[in-house]
């Protein structure tokens, strides 16, 4: 079955460093979605990417889907504190409607 | 954010009891979800429900038992648990049901549940 690795699991950065998280698929994807989740929170949409090679930013976050759409990257450029939890990519199969979650990276700010 | 919420919060109980977790959505969405959150794994989906039909069911064991009255209300039923069935219960709402997994899904606080 579809499986959706991400790297790293955990990251430690301080304050004001770049962090980047990597999403990678065993099979090609015909979308893919981020999500946030804070430490005891739940996870919150942050944007879903479908075309292949596209790139979306929100303010200090750029969202990347990759040519072949079997990965997906997510960029933070100069971390804040308030970006601490752990950030999770979805992706779907062509031809299938489940959204398969990966493992999640888990992001820790050092002020 | 109360666009699904979810009761209880936390929830202990032993391997005999049966309980419910109660979910609802005020988002006038047409599908929803349940997923099982467990320490170090992946979000795993374990039912969809549109306009009220199961439309999913990711070989869950029977000991769990969905139930969908109507589109805004879902419940999960518990009984004879596992330990191993310790975790954060999720559920989730989205706007379609129709290749619903292209639309973004909103998820309740959760429910923890712990059994002894």
């Known amino acids: 079955g579809q499986q959706v690795m991400q790297i790293p699991q955990y990251q430690h950065v301080q304050e004001g460093e770049d962090f980047t998280t990597y999403c990678n698929s065993s099979t090609t994807l015909s979308n893919i979605q981020w999500y946030k989740q804070r430490p005891g929170g739940h996870p919150v949409f942050l944007i879903q990417l479908v075309k292949s090679g596209e790139v979306k930013k929100q303010k200090r976050l750029t969202f990347q889907f990759g040519e072949a759409k079997k990965n997906s990257s997510l960029h933070i450029t100069a971390t804040q504190t308030t970006d601490v939890g752990t950030y999770v990519c979805?992706?779907?199969?062509?031809?299938?409607?489940?959204?398969?979650f990966g493992t999640g990276t888990r992001l820790t700010i050092i002020p | 954010e109360t666009g699904v919420t979810q009761t209880p919060r936390h929830l202990v109980m032993g391997m005999t009891n049966k309980k419910s977790l109660k979910c609802e959505q005020h988002l006038g969405h047409n599908a929803m979800y349940w997923y099982k959150q467990s320490a170090k794994k992946p979000l795993e989906l374990m039912f969809v429900?549109?306009?009220?039909?199961?439309?999913e069911n990711n070989s869950v064991p029977s000991r769990f038992s969905p139930e969908c009255p109507n589109s805004s209300h879902l419940f999960l039923h518990l009984h004879t648990l596992q330990p191993e069935d310790s975790a954060l219960y999720l559920c989730?709402?989205?706007?379609?049901?129709?290749?619903?997994?292209?639309?973004?899904?909103?998820f309740g606080p959760g429910t923890r549940l712990t059994v002894t």
């Open positions: 989730a709402s989205s706007q379609e049901r129709v290749n619903w997994g292209s639309y973004e899904q909103y």
């Open positions: 979805a992706g779907i199969d062509f031809g299938n409607e489940k959204l398969t």
């Open positions: 429900y549109s306009l009220e039909e199961r439309v």
